[in-house]
T-cell receptor, first 109, second 114 residues
Framework: GQNIDQPTEMTATEGAIVQINCTYQTSGFNGLFWYQQHAGEAPTFLSYNVLDGLEEKGRFSSFLSRSKGYSYLLLKELQMKDSASYLCAVKDSNYQLIWGAGTKLIIKP | DTAVSQTPKYLVTQMGNDKSIKCEQNLGHDTMYWYKQDSKKFLKIMFSYNNKELIINETVPNRFSPKSPDKAHLNLHINSLELGDSAVYFC?????????????FGNGTRLTVT
């Protein structure tokens, strides 16, 4: 079967750095997405990786290792507004999007 | 504003009723989707439409039926509602249904069946 694993919940301090990991086992791979979802709101697109390496976008970076079936989302200079769930999703060989359950990130002052 | 909009935001109804959720996108996207997010926060795809044709139909009960009058609209009809249908339903769109275009989500409809 296809599976996406992420930690259920993480806590970090305002101003610090946090890394949210995602491992996947899918039938084929056509890209990995990270989405942010604030409580009671819609998911919004953060990043996309299809090649190995690090993609940087402001305070957020996303890393991919296809051989390890592994990605992480790195958030720097954490702000209170970063408190949200972070969803990892992979497109399989049929271009179907497989979603993880998300990581709830709690930021403390 | 360009966006994916869905109505209603909240829907409370009794078992056995029939209800509809509407979705519209003005992004000019080719493909629209319906997702169900349950209490455990898993997003599960229900349907997608590309140019008014159904291209993905996951194994959802046939009580759920998508209706797409045109490329910009994808409505969801639910017949004979059951308690287990309670969830948040998200409409989404993307530029292309096959390639790695990101999804744009509506704000969700929280359905509560009593």
């Amino acid at each position: 079967g296809q599976n996406i694993d992420q930690p259920t919940e993480m806590t970090a301090t305002e101003g610090a750095i946090v890394q949210i990991n995602c491992t996947y086992q899918t039938s084929g791979f056509n890209g990995l997405f990270w989405y942010q979802q604030h409580a009671g709101e819609a998911p919004t697109f953060l990043s996309y990786n299809v090649l190995d390496g690090l993609e940087e976008k402001g305070r957020f970076s996303s890393f991919l290792s296809r051989s390890k079936g592994y990605s992480y989302l790195l958030l720097k200079e954490l702000q209170m507004k970063d408190s949200a769930s972070y969803l990892c999703a992979v497109k399989d060989s049929n271009y179907q999007l497989i979603w993880g359950a998300g990581t709830k990130l709690i930021i403390k002052p | 504003d360009t966006a994916v909009s869905q109505t209603p935001k909240y829907l409370v109804t009794q078992m056995g009723n029939d209800k509809s959720i509407k979705c519209e996108q003005n992004l000019g996207h080719d493909t629209m989707y319906w997702y169900k997010q349950d209490s455990k926060k898993f997003l599960k795809i229900m349907f997608s439409y590309n140019n008014k044709e159904l291209i993905i139909n996951e194994t959802v009960p046939n009580r759920f039926s998508p209706k797409s009058p045109d490329k910009a609209h994808l409505n969801l009809h639910i017949n004979s509602l059951e308690l287990g249908d309670s969830a948040v339903y998200f409409c989404a769109s993307s530029q292309d249904g096959l390639e790695v275009a990101p999804l744009h989500f509506g704000n969700g409809t929280r359905l509560t069946v009593t």
